[in-house]
């Protein structure tokens, strides 16, 4: 029977839209059927499918504007792919590995959307870390809004934009989905978080991933948090529920979700076999709430198709699956020597000429530290370019402004960043909650929006949180969106020991976890001057720079240096030979340089003349220097602070073995810390990390062998 209410909801919509409606709901259903199919015959690789939540979806894109508002969307949201502009044609490329995939140049598997026009943000097969990005996302509209001295800011955001991520149920369980809520709430920004909960994580169903089964009724007291629940199955009331959450957020008055209880009526992909955890009663019940069945039914119901008619959209529907999926199967996969295309930037490269200005560079004033020649930077960078913005725990002056006439500022638990908030504002240089993933994925999401945040990790050993982000997201966008979007960023972190009393948790110093991930550059300058010069060049950086700094180098005497001017540069992969020899060489850097130039100074005294090369930049790094080096002392050192093991200096080792074997008159020798902690005692400390007389000792060995 067709209620007063149900005519209301339909006479807000044009019969025509409704049928579109249809249409596109059943056309996401028959793509994850034509893929099923494919998939049996081995010419499909993977499938998930988005069936059931369709309704839900139809209702959001309706209302969301594509290339205006922005979108982080879960692999479930085929429905508002096609309603978006993704079409089938598009969507089959993908699923067969297409090299004319718009999504991922077959780099990703389906269902992992992605259209910078439309700004459907590309997104990875980790779940919950679109949270955050898409926080970023929002938080860069917010910064634009605000930051006037953007010349062009207008063009970069919109006053009423929304910033749409959706998830299953199951995502909420993440912890950066809380995070993002935090922050989302905190600054109310512009969110629409479309939760679309079909009762199951794989095979664990909602009651014991989150507690007490409603993730709304959960998140329900985040101040200023708009939350509305919803049949998802059901298109009108779906399309009713997320016209009052889109126009709460496009008000400016805060975050919103929707929970939106949907069906899925297929497993949860194709290697999975719901049967054999959901009986079939239960099965039965989801198929009787099928939204297209519903919606088909109800367009009949009330006169706007017949039968008839309602199967000739089907059938037109299916035609062009059919039609698109022949033309998707005929095109080829991309070209094997495209597999390292795009994994760093092909229009910038910071290892150029264009970077490296050392050589004419002009030293004035007083020798400066590190601390010292690392904020100049900063203040200078920050002067030249309006997009840069600085983030992280403790890195503001104080977060209360009021303050500042007050009080000192803090500027950073070792001061780098000291008076950076007093110079260019609170919008500019902002804190953190203390939550790593919030900061690295909330850059992520702004530098992909056009600003160039510079974030700052307190101690490199509390870097972890962030190693999702960190490992899955920011050095792999550019390469899984085939170069459609891409995340600049530079990412500043305090590492290593030799500070007493540092223990486990302070003196780490694990960088080949980092350089060993395509897409990330890693520096760690080892003087003040060297680390002007490479910061610059990191900001300048058209990729993800992690620039690691040295607390016990951060105001040592030894390696103070002048203030070189507002243009000076370091490219990466250029290594520095910071003392000349003939008889051995030792690659080195970080704390290590000082260390391997005292014990070669010592070895002089026994006629042994000890060259020592600072690599300085560690991804790249610079194998022509080391080639030089070897070929004319036959005899090396690697020195390094990771442990011996698996460390950074072993794959330099080996390298060194495998392609300059016929040059060397010795085995090559690692020098480095112990395969254990850093211990609070300090001479247990000094007996774990490498020192001066470890350095001297493997000189000795190598120089008589």
């Keep these: 029977m067709v209620t007063d209410l149900m005519v209301e909801r339909r006479l807000a919509l044009a019969p025509a839209t409704l049928v579109s409606v249809y249409r596109t709901m059943y056309t996401s259903r028959r793509i994850d059927d034509k893929e099923l199919v494919l998939k049996r015959q081995n010419r499909v690789y993977f499938q998930i499918s988005g069936a059931g939540h369709e309704a839900v979806l139809i209702a959001a894109g309706l209302q969301l504007r594509p290339g205006y508002d922005w979108f982080f969307a879960y692999y479930r949201d085929r429905a508002l792919a096609l309603q978006l502009g993704i079409s089938p044609y598009d969507q089959l490329l993908g699923a067969v590995a297409a090299k004319d995939d718009p999504n991922s140049g077959a780099r990703q598997m389906p269902s992992h959307w992605s259209n910078p026009n439309l700004h459907v943000f ?11 990005q898409a926080i970023g996302a929002a938080e860069a509209g917010y910064r634009y809004s605000m930051i006037k001295e953007i010349e062009d800011r207008a063009a970069h955001f919109k006053h009423d934009e929304v910033v749409y991520v959706s998830a299953g149920d199951g995502t909420t369980s993440e912890g950066e989905f809380w995070e993002s809520l935090n922050t989302a709430c905190n600054l109310k920004l512009p969110v629409l978080y479309l939760i679309e909960d079909n ?3 794989i095979s664990v169903p909602v009651e014991v991933q989150t507690a007490g089964g409603s993730i709304s009724r959960l998140v329900s007291s985040f101040p200023g948090l708009y939350i509305e629940e919803c049949d998802g199955t059901d298109f009108l009331a779906s399309y009713e529920t997320l016209g009052r959450a889109i126009e709460y957020v496009r008000e400016r008055r805060g975050p919103a979700l929707v ?126 370019n309006a997009r840069i913005v600085v983030l992280g725990e403790d890195v503001a002056d104080a977060s209360r402004a009021e303050y500042l006439n007050r009080v000192k500022g803090k500027g950073g638990v070792f001061k780098v ?35 160039k945040p510079v974030a700052e990790i307190q101690f490199f050993d509390y870097i972890w949180p962030a190693f999702m982000q960190m490992r899955d997201e920011v050095p792999l966008l550019r390469w899984r969106s ?51 010069g490479l910061l610059r060049t990191a900001i300048r950086c058209d990729d993800p720079v992690l620039f690691l700094e040295h607390k016990h180098l951060y105001r040592q005497t030894y390696n103070k240096g002048r203030y070189p001017g507002s243009d000076f540069m370091i490219p990466f992969g250029k290594a520095k030979v910071v003392r000349e020899g003939a008889d051995l060489t030792i690659i080195t850097y970080g704390a290590l340089v000082q260390r391997s130039l005292v014990a070669a100074k ?18 790249p790094y610079d194998w022509r220097a080391i080639e030089r080096s070897v070929k004319k002392t036959n005899r090396v050192i690697v020195a390094y602070e990771d442990f011996v093991s698996w460390g950074y200096g072993a794959e330099i080792a080996a390298r060194i073995a495998d392609e300059l074997f016929d040059h060397l008159d010795a085995p090559v020798k690692r020098v ?14 000094d007996a774990t990390l490498p020192q001066t007389e470890n350095v ?10």
């Excluded at 919008?427 to 919030?438: K, Y």
Aim: hydrophobic share 40%.
């Design 122 to 132: 590309s997104r990875s097969s980790a779940t919950g870390t679109q949270f955050l």
């Design 199 to 201: 009762g199951y994580a």
């Design 259 to 384: 929970h939106a209880h949907v069906v899925r009526p297929y497993s949860h992909s194709q290697s999975d076999d719901e049967s054999l955890y959901r009986p079939e009663e239960e099965r039965a019940i989801d198929a009787a709430r099928d939204p297209i069945k519903q919606l088909g039914n109800l367009l009949v119901r009330e006169g706007i198709l017949t039968p008839e008619e309602l199967q000739k959209v089907r059938d037109e529907a299916d035609a062009e699956i059919n039609e698109a999926a022949e033309r998707a199967l005929g095109m080829p996969q991309p070209p094997k020597e495209s597999a390292t295309l795009y994994v760093y930037s092909p229009d910038v490269d910071p290892a150029s000429s264009e970077f490296d200005t050392e050589d004419g560079a002009h030293l004035s004033g007083n020798e400066g530290t590190m601390v010292d020649l690392i904020n100049r930077c900063l203040h200078e960078e920050m002067e030249a």
């Design 417 to 451: 960043t000291a008076n950076l908030q007093r110079r260019f504002g609170s919008d500019r240089v902002f804190n953190t909650p203390l939550a790593e993933a919030n900061v690295i994925g909330r850059a992520m999401g702004m530098a992909a929006r056009g600003l």
């Design 482 to 532: 085939n170069n459609g979007w891409k995340c600049p960023m530079v990412v500043r972190v305090p590492v290593g020991g030799y500070l007493k009393g540092g223990a486990i948790y302070h003196s780490q110093s694990g960088v080949s976890t980092f350089t060993s991930i395509p897409g990330w550059r890693v520096v760690m300058p080892s003087t003040a001057l060297d680390a002007n």
């Design 602 to 619: 010592q070895a002089a005294q026994e006629d042994i003349s000890v060259e020592v090369i600072d690599l300085r930049s560690l991804n």
């Design 672 to 685: 480095a810390a112990l395969d254990c902690f850093v211990a609070y005692a300090p001479d247990v400390e």
């Design 696 to 705: 001297l000792e493997a000189i000795y060995d190598i120089a008589a062998y």
